[in-house]
T-cell receptor, first 117, second 116 residues
């Protein structure tokens, strides 16, 4: 079974600085997708960024980028120029590329990010 | 609708009562997922639907939990004889299909269930 581990329960960053959130996962599959979701106090999960395992190039979305190390099964999220609105819970998630009975997202326990003005 | 809609937003119920939680997915999305998020925890997968059928019910925590989906659209998660440990946020998500692992999942705002 696949597992996702986020080893940092809480992180803090100064506004305008850069912060990196860690995520490792375990799987025997060769093809899969990895995601970072943001959950603000409104509770709604918002997709931040997505990475296809078959792509070597790291995904980027504006101020958000990932460092995907497939061999090490590591998938960290870097937030540049942090803003107050970035404060939230961040969840790393795994999903099989084959959908079907394994089509659900498997989540880590999350990292609570605080942004200091 | 424009997004995934869940109702009620908050629900307080007495221990032993039954509750129904509703999820209205994005129109045209054939895959629908239910997750449970306990305080300070990640999301625990409960069940998913391909159209109206649920091929994998192994994530349901007990036989007090059941779910159905009708017309390939609205889904209802029912918890019978609620217990205090059922208190959590129940999140619903939908995606265009279940075959493509990269298909984006859209989440509702969840139902916060409190069992007193």
């Amino acid at each position: 079974a696949q597992t996702v581990t986020q080893s940092q329960p809480e992180m803090s960053v100064q506004e305008a600085e850069t912060v990196t959130l860690s995520c490792t996962y375990d799987t025997s599959e060769s093809d899969y997708y990895l995601f970072w979701y943001k959950q603000p106090p409104s509770r709604q999960m918002i997709l931040v960024i997505r990475q296809e395992a078959y792509k070597q190039q790291n995904a980027t979305e504006n101020r958000f980028s990932v460092n995907f190390q497939k061999a090490a099964k590591s998938f960290s999220l870097k937030i540049s120029d942090s803003q107050l609105g970035d404060a939230a819970m961040y969840f790393c998630a795994y999903r099989s590329a084959y959908g079907g009975s394994q089509g659900n997202l498997i989540f880590g326990k999350g990292t609570k990010l605080s942004v200091k003005p | 609708g424009a997004g995934v809609s869940q109702s009620p937003s908050n629900k307080v119920t007495e221990k032993g009562k039954d509750v129904e939680l509703r999820c209205d997915p994005i129109s045209g999305h054939t895959a629908l997922y239910w997750y449970r998020q306990s305080l300070g925890q990640g999301l625990e997968f409960l069940i998913y639907f391909q159209g109206n059928s649920a091929p994998d019910k192994s994530g349901l925590p007990s036989d007090r939990f059941s779910a159905e989906r009708t017309g390939g659209s609205v889904s209802t998660l029912t918890i019978q004889r609620t217990q205090q440990e059922d208190s959590a946020v129940y999140l619903c998500a939908s995606s265009l299909n279940w075959r493509t692992g990269g298909a984006r999942a859209f989440f509702g705002q969840g139902t916060r269930l409190t069992v007193v």
